[in-house]
Structure formats: C-alpha cells, structure tokens
C-alpha cells in the first residue's frame, strides 16, 4: 500500500508535468496511480516521483497512464448517425468550411472520423479539423495514424476500405488525404486558452476524469468557443445537468446547441 502525502505527490506531479490532478476525480485517480506505483514495487508516492523524474520511460509511462487514451473510429456509432443526419446538414448549411474542434482527441480516431464523414459532403480542401491533447506522445501516435482493425468495427465499411491499406498482423495505415485535414497541436482543457468561432465541439470520454468545478469551467469555456447555434457533442456517459444555466440546448441527446444567455 502507498502510505505517504498524496497532497505532497499532486503538488510535485504539477510542478513536473504540468497536470493539475486537483481537478480530476480523487478516487478514481488516486486507486489508478496507486495500482501503477505497486506495479513498478515502490511503496510511496515520494519515490514514485523521484523515480519519475530521472527516469524518461517510467515519465512517459505515468503520462499515458493517468490520461487514459482508450478511443476508436465512430464510437458509439449511433450517435455518430445523429451527428450524419442531424446536426451536420444545419451546420453545412451555414458554411461550407466548418470550424471544427476535437478536444482530448487522443490516439486520432476522433478527429479522423470526422474527416471521413465531412468528405461526404465537402470537398478535403474545406475540411480542417483541430485536434488537441494534453498528452504529447498520444498526438505522435495520432499523427502516425497506423491503427489494429479492432478499433475500426463502428467505422462504416466503406470509409474503412477507401481510406485504409492494410500493412499485415491486423494493422491498417490511414491515408494522406484524410490525415492532411486534421491540425493537431498539444492542449491541456483545464489551463490553456480555447479556439474561437467554432460550429462544432467534439469533446468525449474526457470530462468524466474531471470534478464537477472542473466540468463546469470547461463547459462554460467551449460555451464561449462556439458560434451562435454551434454544438458540441459529448460522451456517452457526460451529459450536461442544468445545461441551460450554461447556456445550451439541449436539443438532441449527446448535443447542445449555443444559445445566447
Ligand atoms: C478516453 S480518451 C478520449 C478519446 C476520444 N475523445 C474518444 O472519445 O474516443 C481521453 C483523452 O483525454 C486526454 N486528456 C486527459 N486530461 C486532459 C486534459 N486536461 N486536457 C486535454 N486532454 C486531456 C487524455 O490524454 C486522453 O487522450
């Protein structure tokens, strides 16, 4: 068992990493932090941190770790038909050059995903997506774009065949075109400034980690981020409660609509 302060660990872990683990949910990431230092048989969080910091491996370890960065193409495939029929056509009727951000974009998917189904409708010249995470390595995988099949099974199977090439042992190489469209750049969503006049947020599967103060300031944040009537698309398990206090509609499961407050 990890005995020591893990008020003292939160405050080094910021100092080193930038993470501010104050506004993620205590339980859950204290039970995962405490499992990965038993892991590696240290027994305090004091050691787990000097360990950390001259070791590059373990770093970069505990990173990944502590930001869990499962994803996979149109997960939740249901709510990615509402996103096809629902909220897209209002959206392209608008504008033609969509501002689009996925936040905690993770290995890709995401981002990737909504290329492919952007370039239903618009030609790749007008599709930009921006992709932010706070974890650095993620965004390498990302941009390397080279997936196993297993995370393609909610992709439509015509995407998966136009835009794959499968490179042996289960693995699938993204194409150029799709990956051009997505501008990923490093972003924490608890510290760094939001982009602006945005029609579309895509933020899923992150803010559960969060606190309820730090859930609440992000949804103000991207409240601000998007334009008049602009949506953002959460997770599965994240819906908002008072959406309205914010100023969101919500007009579709999983999607709330800007109104002005
Ligand atoms: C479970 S993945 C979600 C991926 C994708 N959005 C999805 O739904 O499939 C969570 C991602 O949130 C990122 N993350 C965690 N804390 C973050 C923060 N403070 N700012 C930005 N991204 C963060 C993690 O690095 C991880 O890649």
Known sequence: MVTDSYEEFKKRVFTLTKIDLNAYKEQQMRRRIDALIERHKLNTYAAFVDAIRTNKELYDEFVSYLTINVSEFYRNP?????????????????????????AACSTGDEPYSLVMLLSKYIPFANIKIIATDIDKQILN???????????????????????????????LQLSDEIKKCVDFRQHDLLKDPYPSGLDLIVCRNVVIYFTEEAKEGIYKKFHQSLVKDGVLFVGNTEQIIKPRNIGFDPFKTFFYRRMDI
């Open 78 to 102: 249901d709510q990615w038909k509402i996103l096809e029929n629902d909220i897209l056509p209002q959206i392209l009727a608008k504008t033609k050059r969509p501002k689009i951000w996925s």
């Open 141 to 171: 995988q990302a941009k390397s774009a080279l997936y196993n099949e297993k995370f393609l099974k909610g992709l439509p199977p015509e995407f998966k065949s136009k835009y794959f090439t499968s490179i042996g042992d289960g693995t």
